[in-house]
């Protein structure tokens, strides 16, 4: 059972390789139900390939990972896929499917467990998503924004106690990133696992109970990001000076990047 505070994910001592390139090297963290994890640092730096060993569609070469209290490869793929819903950074179909065909594709883990109740779950995750607007459209005449949110909903309509975000506002406005971080707090708030990759470090200070920074594959710090993302951290992690000031309004960082006038 899940529940707040519990852990959902422990990895200690975490690397991984691919042929000679070590990918990730002694990561250690958990992954509270309840709690919004943001995994933040520079491109190359591992967040997705920490992602990937998470989901179980990438197998950690060393260390160990548990989901639940169980190895996470002792997982069977029905079970994970109804543990655990991934939102990835391509949002890509095929054939010509709806946008209300795409989210509805959410509930196909839970096929034959006698839920009644699908349609009403999937008109809810068009809702949250702000696409319900969008569900006859086909999924390939939207644009970059409209699928990324249409992606969201598929994984809102899976219904999993623990959800991953790959660079969810990568693609969308200002006003449907804080949409879709402030749908992920409100899932936390529902005793949900969540993990979210994000390169805006000042949205993951404003939306993340913890932040665990990364850089060269290596866990730099993890922990509340009013301690991770600090100025001489960033600096060294990015390699550009920056400015971290307190939100007047929150007391969160928000992170800026230093300009010569």
Do not use: C
């Not at 000679?20 to 943001?38: D, H, K, N, P």
């Not at 996470?72 to 391509?90: G, N, T, Y």
């Not at 459209?137 to 949110?149: D, N, P, Q």
């Not at 100025?231 to 920056?242: G, L, Q, S």
């Amino acid at each position: 059972m899940s529940g707040p505070g519990r852990v959902a994910y422990a990895l200690d001592d975490v690397g991984y390789r691919i042929g000679a390139a070590q990918i990730l090297t002694g990561v250690s963290l958990e992954v509270a139900y309840g709690r919004v994890l943001a995994l933040v640092g520079p491109n190359g730096a591992g967040k997705s390939s920490l992602l990937g060993i998470l989901t179980g569609d990438a197998r950690a070469t060393s260390g160990s990972v548990t989901l639940d209290g169980r190895a996470l490869s002792q997982h069977r793929s029905r079970e994970l896929s109804r543990r655990r819903s991934v939102l990835l950074q391509a949002n890509q179909v095929s054939f010509a499917y709806t946008a209300y065909e795409v989210v509805e594709m959410g509930r196909a883990p839970w096929i034959g467990a006698d839920i009644a109740d699908d349609g009403r779950i999937i008109d809810e995750a068009l809702r949250r998503a702000d696409v319900a607007h969008l569900a006859s459209r086909v999924f390939s005449s939207l644009s970059g924004g409209e699928r990324a949110r249409v992606s969201l909903a598929r994984v809102l309509a899976q219904d999993t106690p623990i959800v991953m975000l790959d660079e969810p506002t990568a693609a969308l406005d200002l006003k449907h990133q804080e949409d879709v971080l402030r749908i992920a707090r409100e899932l936390a708030s529902r005793g949900r696992a969540i993990v979210v990759v994000l390169h805006d470090l000042s949205l993951a200070a404003a939306y993340a109970d913890e932040v665990a920074i990364l850089h060269g594959g290596r866990l730099q710090a993890f922990g509340p990001p009013v301690d991770v993302l600090t100025e001489a951290r960033i600096e060294h992690v990015y390699e550009t000076p920056v400015r971290v000031i307190a939100d007047p309004d929150t007391g969160r960082p928000i992170v800026l990047p230093r300009r010569e006038r």
